[in-house]
């Protein structure tokens, strides 16, 4: 029997992982300094990881295609809808 899942559109979560990811970036390089590590520099590293999370839940459906879903292999159900799509990874 199918399932139909209904993810969620991915512009948003697009956006939102390009700032993180972008923020990291910054709050890693500032966070280094001749004293030591401050810790704006394990915010960035949590950004980084965060952004990198995001990005694996990104997919794109083109049209007459699916995406089946499956977690630890057992099947979740199938993604219809096209276009940039984000699903919890």
Request: aromatic share 12%.
């Amino acid at each position: 029997m199918e399932k139909l899942i209904k993810p969620v559109s991915g512009f948003l979560v697009l956006v939102l992982t390009i700032a993180a990811l972008a923020l990291g970036i910054y709050f890693m390089a500032s966070g280094v300094t001749e004293d030591g590590v401050k810790p704006v520099f394990w915010i960035g590293l949590v950004l980084m990881v965060l952004s990198l999370f995001l990005m694996k839940g990104l997919t794109v459906i083109s049209p007459n295609q699916s995406i089946v879903c499956t977690f630890f292999g057992k099947y979740s159900g199938t993604m219809k809808e096209n276009g940039l799509l984000f699903v919890n990874p």
